[in-house]
């Protein structure tokens, strides 16, 4: 300390733990270094549970012993082995760019020589979106070249719900966000509450994995609603602020002889909506179609792979921020977008945030504040 040496203390903890223990080795510490060290938290021994639960749970406890940390992560420290499960290996990859990420960011940059870790994140993230029924699912799984994802109706119909998958080709790993996006009906003030709650869970959640990398929009030929412009501009421009590449997959063309001719034909409608992309690929997804349909489905995945590949951000130009900010920006836009009924009183949409997404009641006070002034300017 006397020399200047230590630039971040790291604090790791067994997550079976109760917070009331962290407390004697944290007033060590802080006797010691006085404030003048940042002191982060690793919560360890979360294989069997969703890695930010124990925090949800122990936040509020850990303030009221006096414990501050300038950050945390939960995580799992397991070694791979060779037999372990594809979710294994996703846990274990969570948590070491958890960690590495945790020291990025709060080991100060000071010139004294301190090394930069290089990214660790080589999964690449998409965000699939649209309405109901226009086939992501299918999407998802033209994409992969094999059934990762279901393609019944069992998906909830509640906006922002998501479901994940790992996909792989050419060489390259991908997280696909199957994502249930705005219908053309509005909510009703039951319905905002539970998107909001899913709104902060899915920014969280892209938060822990990296951002987002590339918009797929999802769009059924010959379906065209309001929610059209409704969808583009919710996840475009306030998810992503406008600065992730936003391309566009048109299913049910397979009877087009072909595919393309939709698109010179019909295109005109996303200029009239004011929806501006990147790309596009004008593709089938339905597997089970015989003959000439075949031959359309192994065209449609070359597509697809091939939009993704050009237009995903690379490496040195991804964009996306999250935080706290965009899912204030989420909630301002689904109230403006969306619902019914605009009067929400601020206890009752704290209220909901405390009870969905475990947050202490003070920082989901604070939330609503903040989404009750971006509604009033």
């Given at each position: 300390m006397t020399k200047g040496v230590i630039h971040l203390l790291v604090y790791c903890a067994q997550g079976t733990k109760d917070?009331?223990?962290?407390?004697?080795?944290?007033?060590?510490?802080?006797?010691?270094?006085?404030?003048?060290?940042?002191?982060?938290?690793?919560?360890?021994?979360?294989?069997?549970q969703e890695p930010e639960e124990w925090w949800r749970c122990n936040e509020r406890?850990?303030?009221?012993?006096?414990?501050?940390?300038?950050?945390?992560?939960?995580?799992?420290?397991?070694?791979?082995?060779?037999?372990?499960?594809?979710?294994?290996?996703?846990?274990?990859?969570?948590?070491?760019?958890?960690?590495?990420?945790?020291?990025?960011?709060?080991c100060p940059q000071n010139g004294t020589g301190v090394p930069t870790i290089p990214p660790?994140?080589?999964?690449?993230n998409i965000v699939l979106f649209g309405e109901a029924g226009v086939g992501k699912s299918s999407v998802v799984n033209l994409m992969a070249g094999k059934e990762v994802a279901e393609t019944s109706s069992s998906m909830q119909r509640c906006t922002l719900h998501w479901q994940d998958y790992a996909i792989d080709f050419d060489g390259e790993s991908y997280k696909v966000f199957d994502t249930m996006g705005i219908e053309e009906s509005g909510l009703e003030k039951q319905d905002?509450?539970?998107?909001?709650?899913?709104?902060?869970r899915f920014i969280k959640t892209l938060d822990a994995e990296g951002g987002?990398?590339?918009?797929?929009?999802?769009?059924?030929?010959?379906?065209?609603?309001?929610?059209?412009?409704?969808?583009?501009?919710?996840?475009?421009?306030?998810?992503?602020?406008?600065?992730?590449?936003?391309?566009?997959?048109?299913?049910n063309l397979e009877r087009e002889q072909k595919m393309e001719d939709w698109w010179e034909r019909e295109h005109g409608i996303f200029t009239r909506y004011q929806i501006h992309v990147a790309g596009h690929a004008c593709i089938t997804a339905a597997n089970e179609?015989?003959?000439?349909?075949?031959?359309?489905?192994?065209?449609?995945?070359?597509?697809?792979?091939?939009?993704?590949?050009?237009?995903?951000?690379?490496?040195?130009?991804?964009?996306?921020?999250g935080g706290n900010n965009v899912f204030v920006s989420l909630a301002h836009a689904l109230k403006e977008i969306l619902v019914k009924n605009a009067h929400i009183r601020k206890a009752t949409l704290a209220g909901q945030l405390a009870k969905r997404c475990g947050m202490s009641p003070e920082t989901a006070r604070q939330?609503?504040?903040?989404?009750?002034q971006e509604s009033s300017k």
């Open positions: 917070a009331s223990t962290l407390q004697h080795n944290y007033k060590i510490m802080d006797s010691e270094v006085k404030g003048r060290v940042p002191v982060v938290l690793i919560v360890t021994g979360l294989e069997n406890s850990i303030l009221d012993l006096g414990m501050n940390f300038a950050d945390h992560a939960c995580i799992t420290a397991l070694a791979i082995n060779e037999g372990d499960a594809n979710e294994v290996r996703r846990r274990r990859e969570q948590s070491y760019r958890a960690v590495c990420n945790l020291i990025e960011q709060r660790a994140r080589k999964t690449k905002y509450l539970v998107a909001v709650a899913n709104a902060y987002v990398d590339l918009l797929l929009f999802c769009v059924r030929a010959g379906r065209f609603t309001t929610a059209l412009q409704s969808n583009y501009r919710f996840f475009y421009e306030f998810l992503c602020n406008k600065k992730v590449p936003i391309v566009l997959a048109i299913t179609l015989e003959g000439i349909h075949q031959q359309l489905y192994k065209e449609s995945r070359v597509a697809i792979r091939n939009l993704v590949k050009e237009h995903i951000a690379g490496e040195y130009n991804h964009a996306w921020t939330l609503a504040d903040m989404i009750e």
